[in-house]
């Protein structure tokens, strides 16, 4: 299946994405990952990026179309994957559908996860990631065993000013996206409120892989 994941941030992409792949057994491929661990290993990716991450705006197109490219076109994404976090505007969309035609294939679907701002700054003030594993908690919904670990931070772009940016940014750029997969008949959107193993449950029913 070839499947991306649309949503604000905080809407539990990430969460979901991990455990849909791999009951899928497909790649989860999320762009803000790779530029997150491009921004760790100070390569020349990294550094493009950053300052737009820093501030909650989109890298330019180019920067992150290409990166994409480079990604899909590797053997383990040739019979199916699932983006997290691309694309995030109809630009990136269409040049997904142009790599996606290049290589005689399609999409087959969009899945939209819907949560309320409120949620959303509420999942992302309390997300907490561990430097060793990667793994992502949150304070109050997946607390970690020790919330003062110093194995835990917090991402730079989830302090309050920056949170209200990405909202924006959201809005503005990439929900009308959703309009764009809903014309190609691709769209199956679902409500992302309820304990991540619902969620999960919901998602796989409505993109018709629920076993
Ligand atoms: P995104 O990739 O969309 O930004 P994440 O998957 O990183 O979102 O989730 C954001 C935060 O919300 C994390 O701290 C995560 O642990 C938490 N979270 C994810 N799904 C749920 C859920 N269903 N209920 C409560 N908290 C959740
Ligand atoms: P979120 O929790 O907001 O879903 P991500 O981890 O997907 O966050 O992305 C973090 C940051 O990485 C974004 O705010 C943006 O700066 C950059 N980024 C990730 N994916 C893209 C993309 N497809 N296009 C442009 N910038 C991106």
Redesign the pocket.
């Known amino acids: 299946m070839r499947l991306v994941l649309v949503?604000?941030?905080?809407?539990g992409?990430?969460t979901q994405a991990e455990i849909i792949a791999e009951r899928l057994g497909i790649p989860k491929i999320?762009?803000?990952?790779?530029?997150?661990a491009n921004v760790s290993g100070g390569t020349p990716l990294g550094l493009k990026?950053k300052e737009?991450?820093?501030?909650?705006?989109?890298?330019?197109?180019e920067?992150?179309n290409d990166m994409?490219a480079d990604r899909l076109a590797q053997d383990d994404a040739r019979d199916g994957f699932l983006l997290?976090?691309?694309?995030?505007?109809t630009e990136?969309a269409k040049v997904l559908d142009g790599i996606l035609k290049a290589a005689g294939t399609v999409l087959d679907t969009a899945l939209e996860l819907v949560a309320s701002d409120d949620e959303v700054v509420r999942r992302?003030s309390g997300?907490r990631v561990s430097k060793s594993t990667g793994k992502v908690y949150h304070l109050e919904f997946d607390p970690p065993a020790d919330p003062d670990s110093d194995d835990l931070f917090q991402?730079t772009?989830?302090q309050p000013e920056?949170i209200k940016n990405?909202l924006k940014?959201?809005a503005e750029q990439t929900a009308p996206l959703v309009g764009y997969y809903e014309a190609q008949g691709k769209l199956v959107r679902i409500d992302a409120i309820g304990e991540v193993a619902e969620v999960t449950e919901r998602a796989l029913g409505a993109i018709g892989a629920a076993e």
Request: glycine content about 14%; overall charge negative.
């Open positions: 949503g604000p941030p905080g809407a992409k990430g999320s762009t803000g990952d790779i530029f997150r990026a737009y991450m820093d501030a909650g705006d989109l890298v330019p197109d920067v992150t994409v997290d976090g691309y694309p995030r505007n990136q992302l997300r991402r772009d989830d920056t990405r940014v959201y």
